[in-house]
Every structure is written in C-alpha cells, then in structure tokens.
C-alpha cells in the first residue's frame, strides 16, 4: 500500500521562527520548517521478505529486507541475533556529490554504518537467535537528506517483513544556513550548510535512537533543531503507521 502527504511539517513551532527568516527563498519555495512532498508505500520487492519505497521530494530509496536466515556455521553462536545492513547509491543517483555526502571517505560503508547504528537498538534481536536479517537500502535518487529518508524507509521495510521492533523508527535531518534552521534540505541547501543535524527516534517510545551532528553548533540552535526535528519525527511516525494499517 502507498500513502502521500503534502508536508510532515512540525506547524506548531513554525511561527516562533517566522521573524527570523532572511529574504532568500528556498528553491522549491517551502517555508524553512516545512518537509518537501512524500510518497511511501510498502511491497516494493517481491522476492523480499518485506520493502518499501521512499520518495521525499527528489530523494528515492527502496529498501528491502531478507530474513531472519539461517546464520552462517562459520559465526559464532549467539543468543540474539544478527542484523546486517548495506548501503548502495545508483551510478546515476546523483551527477554531484554535496558536501554533506563529500564528507564520508567511503560513502557507502559510512551510510551503512548510520543506519546499522539507528536500527540496532530498535529491533529485537532477542527475537530470532542463531538467525540474521539483511537490511538492503538503495539510493536510486539521491536529492538531499538521503540518511534520514533511508533510516524510515528501512523502518517501515522491516515492518513489512514482520521484524519485531520496540517502535517505528523515523528521522528528519535539519540543516543550519547562517543562522536559520531548515528542514529537510535539499542536496543544493546541503551544498550551502554551516551545519547539520539527522535524527532517529521512536514516537511512541519518545525516544532518539540516533543523532548525527556535523558542523558548527551553538547549544541553543542544537536544542532548537531538536525541538523541530522531534515534531516532524513525531508527525512522521503517524504517516507510518497509516502505511501500515492500510496495507493489513
């Protein structure tokens, strides 16, 4: 089933920063706090054990997960089990790096190092011991905030898949341009960033998995970029679950 929204934005904290926007416009003419369109669906994969795919604004991702397997006799024996996730851009996901991506060595392993990091403490590993569950995300367009987009889209994957989790998992990523604060950047506004802030959190749990931070921050603006990010987490996980109910 697929699900589209016109914004996640969190709308209550918008107007505190109204009178502190500067006079450029951002590209695609969204407010600073305002989420770009977005279009989920789950079932993407049919060999899959479960999928989704993910399209926020010009950033799509298809994940799909396989398992619980058989672990490998080679490995060690183990009462919980074992989650393994990769992390692939197309060719053509994107003809220019930003330097928020620019800034990994190795793209591709770093990416799947984040979401491995956002995913461990979600799903209940307890829950299939001796077994492993494969975790494979594909960049296919990458248009800005693309480990934000893979962490939920992984989410609502393993959900599909009947992988038993502690919550949904969502995340938002906020960048700082000077100083204002917007959210969901495009790759052009990662281009321009002073800073950048990516979130993994469980709404139901009211709690972050995970937070990745890059750049110059003062305490003030890292607490206000977690205020916002929380909202449109929060809004996010409804979506989510809409997703989900829908496709029972």
């Known amino acids: 089933m697929s699900s589209s929204l016109s914004t996640y934005a969190p709308k209550k904290l918008q107007r505190r920063f109204e009178n502190k926007e500067k006079e450029w416009i951002r590209s695609d003419n969204r407010g600073f706090l305002q989420c770009r369109p977005a279009?989920?669906?789950?079932?993407?994969?049919?060999?899959?054990?479960?999928?989704?795919?993910?399209?926020?604004?010009?950033?799509?991702?298809?994940?799909?997960i396989f398992g619980p397997r058989e672990s490998?006799?080679?490995?060690?024996?183990?009462?919980?089990?074992?989650?393994?996730?990769?992390?692939?851009?197309?060719?053509?996901?994107?003809?220019?790096?930003?330097?928020?991506?620019?800034?990994?060595?190795?793209?591709?392993?770093?990416?799947?190092?984040?979401?491995?990091?956002?995913?461990?403490?979600?799903?209940?590993?307890?829950?299939?011991?001796?077994?492993?569950?494969?975790?494979?995300?594909?960049?296919?367009?990458?248009?800005g905030s693309d480990l934000s987009v893979i962490i939920s889209c992984a989410s609502l994957a393993l959900a599909d898949a009947g992988i038993q989790m502690y919550d949904l998992l969502t995340s938002v990523s906020v960048a700082r341009v000077g100083n204002n604060l917007i959210i969901d950047p495009t790759n052009e506004e990662e281009n321009e960033q002073d800073g950048n802030l990516t979130i993994?959190?469980?709404?139901?749990?009211?709690?972050?998995?995970?937070?990745?931070?890059?750049?110059?921050?003062?305490?003030?603006?890292?607490?206000?970029?977690?205020?916002?990010?929380?909202?449109?987490?929060?809004?996010?996980?409804?979506?989510?679950?809409?997703?989900?109910?829908?496709s029972e």
């Open 39 to 64: 279009f989920l669906k789950t079932g993407s994969g049919n060999a899959a054990s479960g999928s989704a795919f993910a399209e926020f604004g010009s950033t799509k991702v298809i994940v799909s």
């Open 72 to 143: 490998k006799k080679a490995m060690m024996y183990s009462d919980i089990g074992r989650l393994n996730c990769s992390v692939s851009l197309t060719t053509f996901a994107t003809p220019v790096r930003s330097k928020a991506m620019m800034g990994f060595e190795q793209n591709e392993k770093d990416l799947s190092s984040m979401l491995y990091k956002a995913l461990e403490g979600v799903i209940k590993l307890d829950t299939f011991p001796k077994t492993t569950v494969d975790v494979f995300a594909l960049v296919l367009q990458s248009g």
């Open 200 to 246: 993994a959190y469980m709404p139901s749990r009211n709690e972050v998995s995970q937070v990745t931070l890059t750049g110059e921050w003062s305490t003030g603006k890292i607490n206000q970029a977690m205020e916002i990010s929380v909202a449109a987490c929060f809004k996010l996980g409804d979506v989510l679950r809409n997703i989900l109910r829908e």
